[in-house]
């Protein structure tokens, strides 16, 4: 029996083809950061940080263009909290978020366990893409 190990980037490798973008070696590097460990929510400045960990030698603007790119072609959800936060979720199904404001923390709610009663019609011409839901929680003690 022969035992077949998969290369490092081979997963990362076949997402980007699939999605139509041209594997650099930055691209490269940042999916596999961002897809090898399961669905997760990370801001740009997180993942500048853990990819200088990795040594992997990338400005900031590149880690933000990178992000962006992903999300263009349908690899992430960008994950708008407030004016000044955002995050990119690897996990693209339909589903809802939890924000912890008091630690930032971002957690995932299933899609079926929210329901919208009523939306209003979308503009002539334009039809709602999404709904996004996010539930800010807070301590019990309001701190």
């Known amino acids: 029996m022969r035992v077949t190990q998969e290369?490092?980037?081979?997963?990362t490798l076949g997402r980007l083809r699939e999605a139509g973008l041209r594997p650099t070696r930055q691209r490269l590097?940042?999916?596999r950061l961002l897809f090898d460990g399961g669905d997760r929510h990370v801001t740009a400045e997180a993942l500048h940080d853990e990819a200088q960990k990795a040594g992997v030698s990338?400005?900031?603007?590149?880690v933000y263009n990178t992000l962006h790119q992903f999300t263009g072609a349908g690899l992430l959800r960008e994950v708008v909290v407030d004016s000044?936060?955002?995050?990119?979720d690897t996990n693209i199904e339909d589903h809802h978020h939890f924000?912890?404001?008091?630690?930032g923390a971002l957690m995932d709610i299933a899609g079926h366990d929210v329901t919208i009663g009523k939306?209003?019609?979308a503009p002539d011409g334009m039809d709602?893409?999404?709904?996004?839901v996010i539930v800010r929680l807070q301590?019990?003690?309001g701190k």
């Open 139 to 141: 301590d019990r003690t």
């Open 7 to 11: 290369r490092p980037y081979t997963q």
């Open 58 to 62: 990338v400005s900031l603007a590149t």
């Open 99 to 103: 924000f912890v404001e008091k630690d």
């Open 128 to 132: 709602i893409a999404r709904v996004d």
């Open 84 to 88: 000044a936060r955002t995050y990119f």
């Open 119 to 121: 939306l209003p019609a």
């Open 29 to 31: 590097a940042l999916g």
